[in-house]
Nanobody
Framework: QVQLVESGGGSVQPGGSLELSCKSSGLFFVMGWYRQAPGKQRELVATKTSLGATDYADSVKGRFFVSRDSIDQMVWLQMNDLTPEDTAVYYC???????????WGQGTQVTVEP
């Protein structure tokens, strides 16, 4: 059973920064983050493959940055210039190269408010 352990969520004022981290018990081709705001569907935030290719939601481009360490099986999300619209539960996500395996973390709350 693959385990994903997230940390780093919390509350921050608009314009602030937070960094999320996730430790995976396995090595996966795709590692990254999704989020789900109240009343909305879960959506991609950012992912990075083991080859270095990244994918970002348009709403976070230039503000959020995903990084990973394949040796330590960790992925981070640096979030800058946060807005209230970024408030959501953020989920660590991993997927195998063929997409036959995917796993989610338990989620960590990020709240952006004055």
């Amino acid at each position: 059973q693959v385990q994903l352990v997230e940390s780093g969520g919390g509350s921050v004022q608009p314009g602030g920064s937070l960094e999320l981290s996730c430790k995976s018990s396995g090595l996966f081709f795709v590692m990254g983050w999704y989020r789900q705001a109240p009343g909305k569907q879960r959506e991609l935030v950012a992912t990075k493959t083991s080859l270095g290719a990244t994918d970002y939601a348009d709403s976070v481009k230039g503000r959020f940055f995903v990084s990973r360490d394949s040796i330590d099986q960790m992925v981070w999300l640096q979030m800058n210039d946060l807005t209230p619209e970024d408030t959501a539960v953020y989920y660590c996500y991993v997927r195998s190269v063929r997409g036959t395996e995917e796993y989610w973390g338990q989620g960590t709350q990020v709240t952006v408010e004055p």
